[in-house]
C-alpha cells in the first residue's frame, strides 16, 4: 500500500513515474517522491494507511464522485471521461440529464490558464446556437469549479463513421457543412473558434440534426481561415468511408501533404475541399462565409460526375501508386547492369568520336559530337542542296556583320538559299520602329518586395513599365540570327538553352537592327575581355534586370510560383516532365499573361550576381544589379529541378557569361 500514496497525484489520481516531479495528466507539483519517501524519519513499524485512508487523503484536493452521489443538486449517474482541465460525468437534475464538469483546482492555479479558462466559460455561458451544446451552468467560484451542459443523445460522427458508413452521404455531408459553417460563424461572433473540432467534438442526434459539443469550442485568437480548414477536414473525413483511405485526411497529413481527391465523391465538392483543405493558409477560401457559397453553388449530386479510381489504389500508408503497377520481383541486378551498358555504350558510339579514338591516331582525344549521325551540326536539311559535299569545317567560317556571328558562311551547301558571290548584294531592309507585337505583354509601372514572398506585403522597389516576351525565346527564332546552339533537344517550338549570356546581348542588338530599333547594348572588345553596356531608355531588345524578371514573375501575387502555388500548374519541373524541355504555353499563364517564368528552361537576367545584393539594395528605383562582377544572375528553375527551393520563385543562380548551361535560357524585354 506504500505505492498508493508515493505514486499517484493528489490532484487528479494519475499514477505518476518514478523520480516525476509533476502529475503528466494535471500539471500539479508532487509533494513527496518515492525517494523523499525513502529519506523521511517515519518509522518502519507504523502501519501503510488503507485504500480508504488514501482516497480520503487524495480526496483533499480534488473529489471522486460515486454514482448515486449528489454534487450541487447534481445526481451523479457515472463517471464519462477525462480531460486535461477535468473529469465529466453524466449527471441528472430535476428529470434531465447534464453532462458535469468538475474542474481540477490546478486549472486554477496558473493565471494565464485561469484568465484564459474563464473567459471561454463566461463566453460558452452566453452561446446561444441550435447546433451547439447548451452551457447550463458554469461555476467558478464553488471549490472545484464546475460547468453543467446538456446531454445529447446520439452518436459523435466518429461512430457514425465507423460503425454506421452506409448512412453517410454526399447530400448529407453538404447539409452538415452548411450546420458546421453556421454554428462556426455564431462560436466566432462570440470570440470563440472551432480551430479544435474533431469527428468527436460533433454528435449527431436522432433527429439528425448536429450538435457540437463544448469541448471543441475553445478561447483563442485564429484566423478564420483555420476554421475554414476545419470545416472542410470534417467533410473530407466523413466522405473517406475506406478505412485503408482514412489516414489520407488526417489532419496532420492535410496541412503537410497536397489533398487526394476522394474516390466517388463529385468532382465539383473535391474542388471546393481541395482549396478549403490547402496546405498554405493564404490559398483557401477567405472565410466561412465564403466556404458556404461555394457549397452553395455546387450542382446537385444527382448526375453530378464523380472522382472516379483512374487505375490508382490508395495503400495503407498513404502512398498512391498505378493499380496497373504490379509488385516488384526479385531485381536482376546483373541483367539490369550488362542493359546499362549496352546503352552506355551505343550512346557513345553516336555522340562521341570514340571510334577514332580506338582505332584512329593515338593523339586522339575523347570528344562530345552530339548525334551526327555522320552529318555535321542540327541543320535544316531542307536547305540542303541535293548530292552537295560539304567542305571541310574549318572552312565553313561564321559570317561576320555588324550584330555578330550570325549564319554559316556562304559557301557551305547547305546554305545554298544565300546569293553567291556574283550576285548583287542584297539591300538591307531597314524597318522603322514599331511595337513588340501580341507575344508581348506591357507591365504597368509599380512597386513591389523585390526578395520577398508569402503574404508579406511590405514594399521597397519601384520599377517603370517595360514590355516583356509572354514565352521564352525558342530555337527557331535563335536560329532565325545566330548559329543553332547545342540545345538539350532539338525542336523549332522548344526554348533555346546551352546558349552563352553574351551571345544573347549579340542577339539583341541583333535583333533590334532587323526591326529599326535602337540597340540596347554597347558591346566592346572581343572574347572573355567583351564589356557590355546597357541603355535603359533604347527601344531596343535587351535581357530583363533581376527586379524586373521577379516583379513579372510574381504578378501581384504572393505564391511560391509564378502563377500559383501549386507547381503542377504552372511548371514543366522534375516531377513532371521527365527532365525534356516542353513547348511554351502549356501550362498556365500568371496573372500578367506570363508563361514558364517557373519551371521549363532557367533564365539569364542582365544583373551580375551578388548573394547579398537584395538583402543591401544601393537603390530602390529600377535597380538593375551590382556595377560590376565574374558571374551573370539566372533566375526561375527548370526540367531538372524538383518542387521546392530551387524551384521557387526566388531561388537565385549564377553562371559565367562567357559559356552556356543546359536547360538555362531567356526571354526579351523592351522599354516602351
Not at 494565464?112 to 466559460?121: C, P
Request: with cysteine.
Amino acid at each position: 500500500m506504500e505505492d498508493i500514496i508515493a505514486h499517484f497525484c493528489i490532484n487528479c489520481g494519475t499514477k505518476i513515474p518514478d523520480k516525476a516531479k509533476f502529475c503528466p495528466n494535471c500539471g500539479e507539483q508532487v509533494e513527496l517522491s518515492v525517494e523523499q519517501a525513502k529519506e523521511t524519519d517515519v518509522p518502519e513499524s507504523i502501519e501503510a494507511p488503507s485504500l480508504a485512508e488514501a482516497r480520503e487523503a487524495v480526496n483533499k484536493n480534488f473529489t471522486l464522485l460515486d454514482p448515486g452521489e449528489e454534487f450541487r443538486h447534481y445526481k451523479i449517474l457515472r463517471m464519462l471521461n477525462k480531460d486535461s482541465e477535468g473529469i465529466k460525468y453524466i449527471a441528472e437534475k430535476d428529470n434531465r440529464e447534464y453532462i458535469l464538469k468538475v474542474f481540477y483546482k490546478s486549472s486554477f492555479h496558473n493565471m494565464h490558464t485561469l484568465l484564459e479558462l474563464q473567459l471561454r466559460l463566461s463566453r460558452l455561458n452566453n452561446l446561444k446556437d441550435s447546433h451547439t451544446a447548451r452551457v447550463v451552468e458554469v461555476n467558478q467560484s464553488h471549490s472545484p469549479a464546475y460547468m453543467a451542459v446538456e446531454y445529447i443523445h446520439g452518436v459523435s460522427l466518429a461512430e457514425l463513421r465507423k460503425y454506421n458508413p452506409e448512412r453517410i452521404t454526399e447530400d448529407m455531408v453538404r447539409d452538415l457543412g452548411h450546420k458546421l459553417i453556421e454554428s462556426g460563424k455564431t462560436v466566432r461572433d462570440h470570440g470563440l473558434t472551432i480551430s479544435s473540432l474533431t469527428l468527436n467534438g460533433v454528435m449527431l442526434k436522432d433527429d439528425d440534426e448536429i450538435v457540437i459539443l463544448s469541448s471543441g469550442i475553445n478561447y483563442e485568437d485564429v484566423d478564420e481561415r483555420e476554421d475554414v480548414f476545419i470545416v472542410a477536414k470534417i467533410m473530407a473525413q466523413l466522405l473517406a468511408k475506406n478505412p485503408l483511405s482514412q489516414r489520407l485526411y488526417d489532419e496532420d497529413r492535410l496541412r503537410s501533404s497536397k489533398y487526394v481527391p476522394i474516390v466517388g465523391v463529385s468532382k465539383d465538392l473535391n474542388k471546393v475541399l481541395s482549396e478549403a483543405l490547402h496546405r498554405n493558409i493564404n490559398q483557401r477560401y477567405e472565410n466561412l462565409e465564403a466556404l458556404d457559397a461555394a457549397i452553395h453553388k455546387l450542382p446537385p449530386v444527382a448526375g453530378a460526375e464523380l472522382c472516379s479510381q483512374q487505375d490508382v489504389r490508395i495503400l495503407e500508408d498513404g502512398q498512391v501508386l498505378s493499380e496497373k503497377a504490379m509488385p516488384r520481383g526479385r531485381i536482376e541486378y546483373g541483367f539490369w547492369a550488362l542493359v546499362i551498358l549496352v546503352i552506355i555504350a551505343i550512346a557513345m558510339l553516336f555522340t562521341t568520336n570514340i571510334y577514332t579514338v580506338i582505332f584512329g591516331a593515338k593523339s586522339d582525344k575523347l570528344q562530345y559530337t552530339g548525334f551526327s549521325f555522320g552529318a555535321d551540326d542540327a541543320d535544316d536539311d531542307s536547305l540542303r542542296a541535293p548530292s552537295a559535299k560539304l567542305p571541310p569545317r574549318e572552312a565553313r567560317k561564321p559570317l561576320q556583320t555588324t550584330y555578330g556571328d550570325l549564319k554559316i558562311n556562304r559557301d557551305d551547301p547547305r546554305r545554298s538559299v544565300i546569293p553567291p558571290e556574283d550576285s548583287p548584294a542584297p539591300v538591307k531592309k531597314v524597318l522603322s520602329p514599331k511595337g513588340p507585337g501580341a507575344n508581348f505583354v506591357y507591365i504597368e509601372p509599380g512597386t513591389y518586395g523585390f526578395g520577398r514572398t508569402g503574404n508579406n506585403q511590405s514594399h521597397n522597389v519601384s520599377l517603370s513599365g517595360f514590355y516583356i516576351n509572354k514565352h521564352e525565346v525558342s530555337q527557331a527564332q535563335w536560329n532565325r540570327l545566330m548559329k543553332p546552339a547545342r540545345v538539350s533537344e532539338v525542336g523549332d517550338k522548344l526554348p533555346v538553352d546551352n546558349v552563352s549570356w553574351f551571345d544573347i546581348a549579340i542577339y539583341c542588338n541583333g535583333l533590334s537592327e532587323i526591326e529599326g530599333l535602337n540597340p540596347a547594348y554597347k558591346i566592346r572588345g572581343v572574347g572573355a575581355s567583351r564589356v557590355v553596356t546597357c541603355d535603359f531608355q533604347a527601344n531596343g531588345y535587351r535581357l530583363p534586370t533581376e527586379a524586373e524578371w521577379e516583379y513579372a514573375a510574381k504578378a501581384g501575387k504572393f505564391f511560391s510560383y509564378s502563377g500559383s502555388e501549386d507547381p503542377a500548374d504552372v511548371a514543366w519541373y522534375r516531377d513532371n516532365s521527365a527532365g525534356k524541355l516542353r513547348q511554351p504555353g502549356l501550362k498556365d499563364a500568371n496573372a500578367y499573361g506570363l508563361y514558364d517564368l517557373s519551371g521549363n528552361v532557367s533564365e539569364w537576367v542582365w544583373d551580375w550576381y551578388d548573394a547579398n545584393y537584395i538583402r543591401a539594395l544601393p537603390t530602390f528605383v529600377n535597380p538593375s544589379g551590382p556595377a560590376t562582377g565574374t558571374q551573370k544572375t539566372i533566375r526561375g528553375g527548370n526540367v531538372m529541378n524538383s518542387e521546392g527551393r530551387n524551384l521557387n520563385i526566388l531561388w537565385r543562380e549564377k553562371g559565367d557569361p562567357n559559356r552556356g548551361y543546359p536547360f538555362v535560357g531567356f526571354r526579351l524585354v523592351r522599354t516602351k
